[in-house]
């Protein structure tokens, strides 16, 4: 083929017209009979952002940066290879981590995940650890035994434990004679968060630079900015973004403060984000949060044009998960990893379907594995790069979603970054906010949890949620061997001669005296969960199910659609559902009624129709039933006063508030049947 046949057979699209702006727009406007397509059509999200249906050239005019490549700056960031999967291994026996770490990399994990975490737990002298009890040099060597940490990378989800544990991974990869450079580890150091979590400094703020510049001392990624807990309290996917920004900020000043290489620092850094439910934005976030990190990593490197490499790791979203029907989350799971690699993401942390109500098992980590695997293998996810590149739709949201983690950003700022605004409230503030906005959509059905409050089972049982969180493995261990300063070279000798992580640990965590108010980590679908164990513990304590009859009469549109809305509201509080069908008269129903006796009836109709129903209904069935059930209508009729005087107890309609509604109807269930 002419070399001119060969490069004219790319152009595939120079027989096409452009379609401008305005043509689209009439075309749309036509298709809404008139309607203004941005006032109809405008998604106003609840992750802090809004977005019209569709986007053009011309709407991608003044952006931030460069438009191709995460990182915007002409060097686009290649997947190929990438992201790494990390499956946790988080058990209270290092023998069996060891164990359980063998068989993930024999099964295509190629990143391990060890959870070990000092705590303050009362009447354990010194805390305890919850996680794998990593304690000495012995524990570490014991941990990784059989691994080739030059094949495989490490995450060490360690809090404020970090810097020990870089001691100890030191010390073993120099017992193995290889290379620190050459091996990949990864280390969850971030006191800001930490105070966050718990309300208290996990030192004294003075000590914070020795704390960053000693983890920074180290051959690994040790500065670990925590953003996923945010997500986890509720934070909207820009104040994720700003938030994280905020402490990368932070941690900056403080090292620029110190006199640090920032450069040589630059290699420290990795951020943790989360992925959540939203697609198309969450592919967006991680692009944004790329060229973010650059332009404020430029700004105090006076170094504009030698770009900052940025690690991310992407988690899947805890708070989508749900305990009701979980394995719909691994579905979840599934969209929000694509978003993460489509994205960007460098490592990425599938959560196991089940880890909201037990400690996942094989199966469940096998599950999540092979998300990855597929993902990989098979749809061949991690060959594209950078895929959203050149969509208009999420070049547009790209820039959207910085601008406002920008925004965010800079008002943390104007309270003195994230130290003040943490202490005074600011940050708490706008996070609880954000939680519960999306809250009130979701307890008015605005946002769809399937199996939750949509498409509910009701004849599923929970599981006990007592026995889902962390408990401390062990006490931390202490020894005489103590370094006089906080210093890694220090801490590397000290564990070498046998020392515990016991007295080491004060080095770095003496948590001061609470001056912060705390954020709380929250789950979507939560208050329903609670509502419903609640109403599952009461039948079970009483002995007696709770049934419900959902009785639809007239017209046939109106009755069937307000009974299936029924069965789904009244199946997230777990009530046994059934339907009475084929009734001619009300008489025929209320005899039926009184034959079954069911704690909730529903009648389900047109509220034209209740005029003429209502009365009759409550007369004839007050009298064939010597133990009245509760009454409630399906829909929100004007006349709602008057049908309570009539006897009935409540209405279920689209705009009630789903946790009140509910409450209330078990509240009267209980005062009646106790």
Known sequence: MPEEDHLDSYNLFKEFKTVSRKEWEKVISQDLNGENYKELLLWESDEGFSALPFYTREDLRNFLGVQAGFSHSGEPHTLAGSPLFAEDITTSDIIKSNKLACEAIQNGVNILLFTTKVTSIEGLPGGGLYGIPIQTQVDIQELLKGIDLRGNSLFFDTGMASIPLMGMLWNEIERQNLNPENISAYFSFDPFTSAARSGRWPQPTENLQTSINEAAGSPFRSLGIDGTFYHHCGATMTQEVGITLSIFSEFLAVARQAGADLRKLSRSFFVRLSSGSYYFPEIAKFRAARILMDKIFSAYADEAGNHFNLKILAETSPWTKTVAEPHNNILRAVTESMAAIAGGADLIRILPFDIRFRKPNGFSRRLSRNIHHILQYESNFNGVSDPGAGSYYIEYLTDEIANISWDFFQFIEKQGGFFKALEGGFIQLAVEKSRKEKLVKIRKRDRIFIGSNHYTNPDENLPDLRHAGPAASAQIKSSE??????????????????????????????????????????????????????????????????????????????????????????????????????????????????????????????????????????????????????????????????????????FIHHKSDMIETLNNIQQKLEERLQ
């Not at 890694?488 to 992580?501: E, R, T």
């Not at 209904?617 to 006349?639: H, I, N, S, V, Y």
């Open 481 to 650: 061997s103590i370094p006089d300063k906080l210093s890694i070279v220090a801490i590397k000798s000290a564990l070498q001669d046998g020392a515990a992580i016991g007295e080491i640990i004060k080095l770095v965590y003496s948590p001061q005296k609470q001056r912060i108010n705390p954020l709380e980590p929250w789950y979507a679908t939560q208050e329903l969960e609670q509502l419903r164990s609640r109403i599952q513990k009461f039948m079970k304590n009483t002995d007696r199910s709770i049934n419900v009859v959902i009785l639809p009469f007239g017209t046939s549109r109106i009755r069937n659609s307000r009974a299936s809305f029924t069965r789904n509201y009244l199946g997230a509080a777990g009530y046994h559902m059934s339907e009475l069908t084929g009734m001619d008269t009300l008489d025929q129903a209320t005899d039926e009624i009184s034959l079954t006796k069911p704690e909730i009836v529903v009648l389900s109709s047109s509220d034209k129709e209740y005029k003429q129903l209502v009365g009759i209904f409550c007369t004839e069935l007050f009298d064939k039933m010597k133990t009245r059930p509760l009454l409630l209508l399906a829909g929100q009729p004007e006349e709602f006063e008057k049908y309570r005087e009539l006897g009935i107890d409540g």
